[in-house]
């Protein structure tokens, strides 16, 4: 049972006094649509009518409101020593206030950052609100960023504070510390400190800092916050060059943050989520800080090692009502699933596959709008469908969601059959997060869904098959990109449409298909331009032992592909040399006994080989032209990683990194071929 957390990080909270602030919502001046300067306003995009016309409102004035008519209600929950605490809504605010406090007391400057760099936890929601409270920016950082990598952050907005999870991530602010100039305090919120420094704090320590700031010192800053002012950076992961600091608004997180709700049917009160994708994502914060805190849900924090394979049993505590997965997530479940049915008996094997093909029909029916129930529907939702979604843990998830990254149509196939479509959101950092969302009742497979209310969507010079540059228009639509005129003039055109450098078009219903990326389209040396990832998961589709493709043409004669093999990851994300139970299975279809990538390799494993070229053949004989076909292959010894280098922290392919790295091998495959 939930009890009020009294463990010593988290200190009592004193009997809240009533707190009268003005709710009266008035906007800094502002002349422009964008601004790179972290003190300036930006002009609000706001309509006449309907859902873009909403009154603006800071991030206090939205935290107050659910305060009001929710305190009581559970607004956190973590787990101590095994068991789950929880913080209501008002102690949630107050404790927000007591962090807003202690960064002032520490010289927190208006406009100046706070940097976040840990796991989701209670302390990471209230150092990144009590900095805003406080009038600064809150920015997360990346845990898997390297010492170089957060001084770059720290500096660029000019971080007074660090706020740190343990030991590990403080030993990379020592290291560069000194190169920040602006930095005032240190803050650790878990563990013990292994070493007492000058401005070095615990949390316990940090809450208490701020009990002599006088309310009134505080609400006066909270008093001048506008909501046409930025409250948050998002650093985008820096696939290409530096990271850009995105600015969002409070307006862009209010506005986003109801909206969504209303589209996803949410109920006040009554929302439960497990939070566990980093929280520098805007779509793990927007889902998991701004989404519950309007709607006056529950957020649950997962165990660190939750995509290591606790998320599981964290599901099944919970049972959340929504579900944000990045397809990485459900690839896995997947590969869990698909193991354990490997290990069924023949019988139960042909009432899952049976059930499968009955869900697959139904939920394409569903999708068309014929809403025709198959023959058995029931007594498959009985035997299969209703076990499958109690033992993941979503027995009362609405809504399952997909987003971050593209997803493979065999994936949502396999979750459609088992009667858990999942939604797919398409959206960008600059957009505060989702630009168009599918829903449970309006969705078709492989597409990104319909825009938000209040958005518009417009398909910048479309070519003669209705492809065109995405680019996006709302309340939504980010400040700029902090002291960055040159690419916040690259990503924002003259008119304030945002160019997602995505390429998509429409069908006949409004659904948005993403077709492919401006940046990632390979133009071949005899200039025909051509998207990767359909190719590419053509390829993962027609071989189940493949983990990733990559396809290499730019410049070149032919297409030819980087592939890497299904295999067991460690502890640490690391890529092992085991290949998964489904790759064994593979394996063993075409008569090979080999368990390791190495074995493949070591002598080409003909079976195999024969068998990803057999993939490749009907692959090529559906290119819409001998441009489009893969001529050459070649696997490589382990599969990409966050940790390798080769993904980003949303797991989205960094190809020009691949491509540094793998350039021998890609040399090899074009060896008296070049120009």
């Known amino acids: 049972m939930a009890g009020k957390c009294s463990c010593p990080c988290c200190p009592p909270v004193a009997e809240p006094k009533p707190i009268v602030l003005s709710t009266a919502t008035t906007l800094a001046p502002a002349n422009q649509l964008w601004s790179t300067d972290r003190d300036k306003a930006v002009t609000l995009r706001m309509e006449g009518s309907g859902p873009g016309s909403e009154t ?84 997360g950082v990346y845990t898997t960023n390297s010492p170089e990598a957060c001084q770059y952050v720290a500096a660029n907005c000019e971080a007074n504070v660090l706020v740190v999870e343990n030991h590990k991530q403080l030993v990379k602010i020592l290291q560069i510390k000194d190169q920040l100039p602006h930095l005032k305090a240190i803050v650790q919120y878990k563990d013990e400190l292994q070493q007492k420094l000058p401005n070095l704090y615990t949390w316990a320590e940090f809450m208490k800092l701020g009990e002599e700031v006088p309310d009134e010192q505080l609400n006066t800053v909270i008093g001048s916050l506008r909501a ?71 957020t649950h924090f997962a165990e660190p090692d939750a995509l290591k394979g606790s998320l599981g049993t964290t599901l099944k505590e919970v049972r959340p009502t929504s579900f944000l997965g990045v397809p990485r997530v459900w690839e896995k479940m997947q590969e869990k699933m698909k193991a354990v049915g490997a290990k069924a008996s ?92 599918s829903l449970i009742n309006d969705f078709r497979i492989m597409s990104c869904g319909k825009v938000l209310p209040g958005c518009k969507t417009k398909l910048d010079n479309p070519d003669k098959d209705g492809n065109g540059e995405v680019c996006f228009w709302g309340r939504h639509i980010f400040m700029g990109y902090l002291n960055m005129p040159d690419k916040t003039a690259e990503a924002l055109d003259q008119d304030g449409w945002l160019h ?102 070591a002598n080409k494993e003909p079976a195999v080989y024969k068998a990803i070229q057999e993939g490749m053949e009907r692959v090529n004989a559906r290119a819409t032209s001998n441009a489009q076909k893969i001529q050459k292959w070649v696997i490589l010894d382990r599969d990409f990683s966050v940790s390798g280098g080769e993904l980003g922290p949303t797991m989205k392919l960094k190809r020009p990194v691949v491509v540094k790295m793998y350039q021998e091998k890609i040399n090899e495959m074009y060896e008296g071929e070049k120009q």
């Open 500 to 601: 997602s450098g995505d390429l998509g078009k429409h069908d006949q219903n409004n659904f948005l298909y993403i077709t492919g990326r401006i940046k990632e389209l390979i133009i071949t040396a005899g200039g025909e331009n051509i998207p990767p990832v359909p190719i590419e998961d053509a390829v993962k589709a027609e071989t189940s032992i493949i983990s990733n493709a990559m396809l290499i043409g730019d410049k070149l004669k032919f297409l030819s592909m980087l592939l890497t093999l299904k295999c067991v990851v460690d502890d640490n994300g690391e890529p092992t040399d085991e290949l998964t139970p489904e790759a064994v299975a593979f394996c063993q279809q075409h008569g090979v006994t080999a368990t390791k990538i190495s074995e493949i390799l």
């Open 346 to 437: 023949p019988m139960r094997k042909r009432v899952a596959d049976w059930a499968k093909s009955i869900g697959l029909q139904y939920n394409y029916s569903a999708m068309n709008g014929e809403n025709v129930v198959p023959w058995g529907f029931m007594l498959a939702n009985n035997l299969v469908f209703k076990k499958v979604r109690w033992a993941l843990g979503l027995d009362r998830c609405k809504n399952c969601y997909t987003g971050a990254a593209p997803v493979t149509k065999e994936t949502l196939e396999y979750f459609m059959s088992l009667n858990i479509p999942l939604m797919e959101v398409y959206g960008m950092s600059e957009s505060s997060g989702p630009h168009t969302v």
């Open 56 to 139: 603006p409102m800071t991030i206090h004035q939205m935290f107050l409101e659910t305060v009001e008519g929710y305190g009581d209600r559970a607004a956190l929950a973590s787990k101590k020593e095994g068991q789950w605490v929880t913080l209501t809504w008002r102690q949630y605010y107050e404790q927000c206030r007591a962090a807003a406090k202690s960064f002032l007391k520490l010289g927190l400057e208006r406009y100046h950052g706070v940097g976040i760099l840990g796991f989701n936890s209670p302390e990471w929601f209230i150092a990144d609100i009590g900095c805003i409270l406080a009038g600064g920016l809150a920015a």
């Open 228 to 298: 046409n002012e930025c409250c948050t950076l998002i650093y985008t992961s820096g696939t290409t060059g530096n990271p850009k600091g995105v600015m969002l608004s409070h307006d862009n997180l209010t506005w986003i943050s109801n909206i969504v709700g209303v589209i996803a049917e949410l109920n006040h009160g009554e929302e439960e989520l497990v939070s566990y994708l980093p929280l520098s994502h805007v779509a793990a914060q927007l889902n998991d800080m701004w989404v519950c805190m309007r709607y006056a849900g529950t």
